[in-house]
């Protein structure tokens, strides 16, 4: 097992206007609290500094004129005419250093790309990466630079094939749009269902990709209230299936933790708890895993979620007697502490989730398994 770290104290000098809420210093909270745990100092890992990303990386995925646009807002100072570009808005607001940010987040992603290309590691994780709502030439979302998108296609030149998988509770909707019509790129999202939170208009089940792409884009939305229960069955029942019929040479997952209940920004109800039970099948079906962390905006969640992640990508999550004994949480020192409670659901609402849940997964097996070739 070789891992990688991808982490910069640079990520946290940056900010917005007072109450933005994306969070900077997350990248730094879950270093802080991987390295308090220990679990950054074992012979397998590394933890490795990224540069920006270049302008002709940039260039790969988004418009000169855009990005000759991001560059300019990098001084902080806001035009009307930008509001073209989805720049000036509360979500995508100009700040100083606007630009540096987002491109050296999108830096760490793609040397996440490089360290795997080069055989320097097997999975790679990168906290601050997963801009997954940046389009060719706008912002949206909180997301400026798609990094996402811009790794995927360095893949692809070598030829290789891509699973990407999305968790986060927003449809990843410009990453799908850019492998809409690819078989190369197998792109299966799990979000919040667009009837009930941003981007809305994407993500639904009947979107599963045109011409050769026909079947290699798969949404499982989820309506809101969905509950631990109801997003494991949904994710085994298509992530599994999908991953072992695609077969990738590389995983690219983004593990948002907007997904949990505590936070602000999405309507399900799920604890980390099945977070960590997805994580755990994306890792075992991963010949090769680079790990985003995409959305979160609750700081301490974060760090806690995304340092178990940390573990569980390195065989070192909490034991199962443990938080059985416990009922999912330990306030100790040890890994187990980083696990939610169960979280109660009334049986009324989850009646009612998972008939839609249900409903949706049968119309993925009904339509797409059959162009896949994968028996339900």
């Known amino acids: 097992m070789r891992s990688a770290f991808v982490h910069s104290e640079q990520f946290s000098r940056f900010k917005a206007y007072r109450g933005y809420p994306w969070q900077f ?19 397998w890992m590394t933890v490795h500094k990224p540069k920006p990303a270049s302008t002709d990386d940039i260039l790969t995925f988004h418009t000169e004129d855009y990005v000759t646009i991001l560059k300019k807002a990098n001084k902080g100072v806001s035009q009307e005419e930008w509001l073209t570009y989805g720049l000036g808005t509360m979500e995508c607001p ?22 795997i290309s080069q055989d320097k590691a097997d999975t790679v994780f990168c906290p601050t990466g997963g801009f997954h709502h940046a389009g ?18 360095k893949v692809l030149r070598a030829r290789k094939r891509v699973l990407f998988v999305d968790i986060d509770a927003h449809h990843g909707d410009e990453v799908q749009a850019a492998f809409y019509r690819s078989s190369r790129v197998m792109c299966l999202s799990f979000h919040e269902s667009g009837e009930t939170l941003f981007p809305f208009k994407t993500g639904f089940e009947d979107e599963i990709g045109k011409g050769h792409g026909k079947g290699y884009t798969i949404n499982v939305p989820l309506p809101e209230d969905t509950s631990d229960q109801e997003f494991t069955w949904a994710f085994e029942e298509v992530f599994l299936p999908v991953a072992k019929g ?43 895993l680079l790990a985003l962390g ?21 065989g070192l999550g909490p034991k199962e ?45 009904e339509i797409v398994f059959p162009i896949l070739d994968i028996k339900p």
């Not at 210093?25 to 012979?43: F, Q, S, V």
């Not at 760490?108 to 360290?115: A, E, I, K, Q, R």
């Not at 690219?252 to 505590?262: C, I, Q, R, T, Y």
């Not at 059985?324 to 989850?350: H, M, Y």
Request: charged share 25%; with cysteine.
């Open 136 to 153: 060719k030439d706008f912002a949206a979302g909180f997301c400026y630079l798609n990094d996402i998108v811009m790794a995927i296609k």
């Open 294 to 314: 995409c959305g979160g905006y609750v700081l301490e969640d974060m760090a806690r979620t995304w340092t178990l992640a940390w573990a569980i990508m390195n």
């Open 25 to 43: 210093k997350r990248g730094e909270a879950t270093h802080g609290l991987c390295e308090r745990l220990g679990l950054l100092n074992h012979d």
């Open 94 to 115: 100009v700040y100083k250093g606007v630009y540096d940010y987002h491109a050296l987040a999108a830096g760490g992603t793609l040397l996440g790309v490089d360290l």
């Open 246 to 288: 695609f077969d990738p040479d590389m995983v690219v997952a983004a593990l948002g933790v907007d997904v949990l209940f505590s936070d602000p920004f999405s309507h399900l109800k799920l604890t980390n708890l099945s977070f960590s039970q997805a994580l755990e099948r994306i890792v075992a079906c991963s010949p090769k």
């Open 321 to 365: 007697e443990d938080a059985a004994l416990f009922g999912g949480v330990f306030w100790g020192d040890d890994l187990t502490s980083l696990k939610d409670r169960p979280l109660f659901v009334s049986d009324d609402i989850r009646k009612k989730t998972k008939k839609s849940v249900r409903r949706v997964v049968g119309k993925i097996k």
